[in-house]
């Protein structure tokens, strides 16, 4: 039996496709925050396959192989008799998954407080608070105690920007975590995209500010492979996040196509795009700033100097370039450079070489 033949046999048997996974036949990547609660994924690896789980208590957003095997008919023989015979698929499995679970999250806690003991004992006080406050039915935490209790931990205060006292709504110079709410009063946090400037990518819902802090605060002190456990309607939550990641995402990379369609060209690396998208041969031109390589000999030089004047120099000629014409900005010497390596007659800066 093969993976194909897998999903023809659970669809006979009338397996609810929400318990269930088969990765090698899916079209596109799928977060792991859209899994079905307790569902079982059947996995592809280099030489071996695997039976993957996730969502299970206590740790609901931890992933990990609930059991490997070494050929294809084996896994999915074994996932067929697992799906189609018992109401819990994989029991003994997930069962020990999740006591690993708790197994390494505990070990963490003991190689934190042996490294960093001052952290170890914060985090312990905090684990009590959080206990009391449940029971009395209080906030978990406020993002001043949050802000207090992480300075006391050494983290760099201006990494992070805080609802309530920092503005979360545009990235600032050194900060790379926010935590805030939306328009909806729900608490996030997440980090600013490294690949798309601006982008906020969210990590973590929570419907209380207490769950929010409570979630940051183990990440922000722990290992960076530890996040605190989620309960089962905290993990359930995620599910809106990887949507509307996946959504921001988008929007994103369609205004980014738009505006280098449409509007000039904001950076020399974007100025080289628009040539290339026009057609401009990249041998006929050198820009400062994007590129260690030399400038053709026969290219048209466009150039930065240290205090930021921009200016184009000619082919080379007798070892030297001669300067064609000098700016008094970028966007000036942009929209010029970009006319002129454009001209119907494949001539550009013609009056200025002739003078």
């Not at 980014?256 to 509007?263: C, M």
């Not at 082919?315 to 370039?321: F, K, P």
């Amino acid at each position: 039996m093969d993976v194909r033949e897998l999903a023809e046999a659970l669809d006979r048997a009338g397996v609810d496709p929400d318990r269930y996974v088969l990765t090698p036949l899916l079209t596109e990547p799928w977060p792991w925050e859209l899994r079905p609660a307790g569902s079982v994924w059947l996995t592809q690896g280099t030489d071996l396959w695997s039976v993957t789980g996730g969502g299970i208590a206590p740790h609901y957003n931890a992933t990990g192989d609930l059991c490997v095997f070494t050929t294809e008919e084996r896994a999915c023989a074994a996932f067929v008799r697992e799906m189609t015979g018992s109401s819990e698929p994989f029991a003994a499995e997930k069962a020990r998954f999740s006591a690993e679970c708790v197994r390494e999250w505990w070990e963490d806690e003991v190689r934190i407080a042996l490294e960093e003991p001052h952290v170890g004992e914060q985090r312990a006080r905090w684990r009590e608070t959080w206990r009391e406050r449940e029971l009395l039915g209080r906030e978990l935490m406020t993002v001043g105690e949050l802000e207090e209790a992480l300075v006391a931990a050494g983290v760099h205060r201006e990494a992070l920007q805080l609802e309530g006292l920092d503005d979360t709504d545009a990235q600032r110079e050194g900060a790379g975590v926010v935590l805030s709410r939306d328009e909806h009063g729900r608490w996030y946090w997440g980090t600013w995209d490294t690949y798309r400037p601006g982008l906020l990518w969210l990590e973590y819902r929570f419907e209380t500010e207490g769950e929010a802090c409570q979630s940051f605060y183990h990440s922000r002190t722990g290992p960076i492979t530890t996040t605190a456990p989620l309960t089962l309607a905290q993990w359930r939550l995620q599910r809106s996040v990887a949507l509307d990641n996946q959504a921001a995402a988008k929007k994103y990379d369609e205004q980014q196509r738009w505006r280098l369609e449409n509007e000039p060209p904001r950076t020399a690396s974007e100025l080289c795009g628009w040539l290339y998208r026009h057609g401009v041969a990249p041998e006929r031109y050198w820009v400062s700033g994007t590129t260690w390589c030399e400038a053709p000999p026969d290219a048209v030089c466009l150039i930065v100097d240290e205090a930021g004047q921009w200016r184009v120099e000619g082919e080379l000629r007798g070892g030297r370039r001669a300067v064609l014409r000098r700016f008094g900005s970028q966007v000036e010497a942009f929209e010029v450079f970009e006319r002129e390596l454009t001209r119907a007659d494949g001539k550009p800066f013609a009056e200025e070489k002739r003078d």
